[in-house]
T-cell receptor, first 115, second 111 residues
Framework: DAGITQSPRHKVTETGTPVTLRCHQT?????MYWYRQDPGHGLRLIHY???????DKGEVSDGYSVSRSKTEDFLLTLESATSSQTSVYFC??????????????FGAGSRLTVL | GESVGLHLPTLSVQEGDNSIINCAYS??????FIWYKQESGKGPQFIID?????DKRQGQRVTVLLNKTVKHLSLQIAATQPGDSAVYFC??????????FGAGTTVTVRA
């Protein structure tokens, strides 16, 4: 998916355990994003990054933290997973179309199940 | 709450017919709008975008229409094919490098 790799692709964990999802890009893009996708809600922004060590919250950031120590890697951490965090998580990078529109390119997703 | 939404969660279309997927938005300050297609088990893929100063934009077999008066966006797919079966999302950008997505419309193409 256009130079974006998410890992792991599937994970089952138990309530209360920490979980880290990794997003790796080879495009050298400045902006990276984490979204979650749930039925009936579309995609909702969790956190995003606009540079190394520069991150900001999205609309559903509670219970999540992120880190970006290198341009190519953006990590999403659930410090203590809850069942409500069962979801499909998508990483995205930002690219600008010829029209000037900021178009996101998405990874293949990471399916997380919290039991 | 969400500022972008789709009128119908599902759409069933006969192969060869044209499809029209609708989206209503509420933020008049959005700079542009984007349509994404998501196939089962994959991430969303960019289809086409339209800037807020345009009314219409055409791509390959797709046309996006923007009606700012009623804050309505639509995606038209000509001669719908089985490979067009997917979930379609509209998204808006307000110029801050973030996109807000609607809930999605699932399109099923009947043979």
């Amino acid at each position: 998916d256009a130079g974006i790799t998410q890992s792991p692709r599937h994970k089952v964990t138990e309530t209360g355990t920490p979980v880290t999802l990794r997003c790796h890009q080879t495009e050298n893009h400045r902006y990276m994003y984490w979204y979650r996708q749930d039925p009936g809600h579309g995609l909702r922004l969790i956190h995003y990054s606009y540079g190394v060590k520069d991150t900001d919250k999205g609309e559903v950031s509670d219970g999540y933290s992120v880190s970006r120590s290198k341009t190519e890697d953006f990590l999403l951490t659930l410090e203590s997973a809850t069942s409500s965090q069962t979801s499909v998580y998508f990483c995205a990078i930002s690219a600008t179309e010829s029209s000037g529109a900021n178009v996101l390119t998405f990874g293949a997703g990471s399916r997380l199940t919290v039991l | 709450g969400e500022s972008v939404g789709l009128h119908l969660p599902t759409l069933s279309v006969q192969e060869g017919d044209n499809s029209i997927i609708n989206c209503a938005y509420s933020n008049s300050a959005s700079d542009y709008f984007i349509w994404y297609k998501q196939e089962s088990g994959k991430g969303p893929q960019f289809i086409i975008d339209i800037r807020s100063n345009m009314d219409k934009r055409q791509g390959q077999r797709v046309t996006v229409l923007l009606n700012k008066t009623v804050k309505h966006l639509s995606l038209q797919i000509a001669a719908t094919q089985p490979g067009d079966s997917a979930v379609y999302f509209c998204a808006e950008n307000k110029g801050d490098y973030k996109l807000s997505f609607g809930a999605g419309t699932t399109v099923t193409v009947r043979a």
